[in-house]
């Protein structure tokens, strides 16, 4: 259970958290980590340490001949303005994650669509999915989202 906490508060960047049941974390485990790639983890690095959203860094010599320049080029958030979608957005204070800056930052983007957010005290990036409340919390909200 040790190694279990630590790896988890290890990416969540929390001491822990009051939401998991600790010990339904080992069944969590037979299932994840999972639905990722080698590459996908790099590129989220890649657009952590720029602070900027571009498509995938491959080093210069091969974005020059994939891209036609050294660096690769950032997405244009700006064609997503006149999108209209209907949004649920789940946020916590306690995600280190996903920050208010970038909260903002995508209501802005998404200016015209549609969005149903539901704010929650304490929720780590983790909690969303493995909390033991999250089906009070957030699920049944979203299904109800989801129906109208």
Not at 11 to 20: D, H, L, M, R, Y
Not at 109 to 115: A, G, I, L, T
Not at 116 to 125: E, G, Q
Not at 126 to 142: G, T, V
């Amino acid at each position: 259970m040790w190694i279990c906490k630590t790896v988890i508060s290890s990416i969540i960047e929390n001491e822990s958290t009051e939401k998991i049941d600790w010990y339904m974390i080992k069944h969590v485990y037979y299932y994840q980590p999972g639905g990722t790639s080698a590459k996908n983890l790099i590129h989220w690095l890649q657009i952590l340490n720029h602070d900027e959203v571009t498509q995938f860094d491959h080093g210069e010599h091969d974005n020059m001949i994939m891209y036609g320049q050294p660096h690769p080029p950032k997405y244009d958030l700006n064609k997503l303005r006149d999108f209209s979608i209907d949004m649920f957005i789940t946020t916590s204070d306690g995600d280190p994650y996903c920050v208010n800056e970038d909260y903002e930052h995508m209501m802005e983007v998404f200016r015209n669509s549609k969005k149903t957010v539901r704010n929650l005290s304490k929720y780590n990036h983790l909690d969303y999915l493995w909390s033991s409340n999250a089906h009070e919390d957030i699920y049944k909200h979203l299904l109800s989202f989801l129906i109208e």
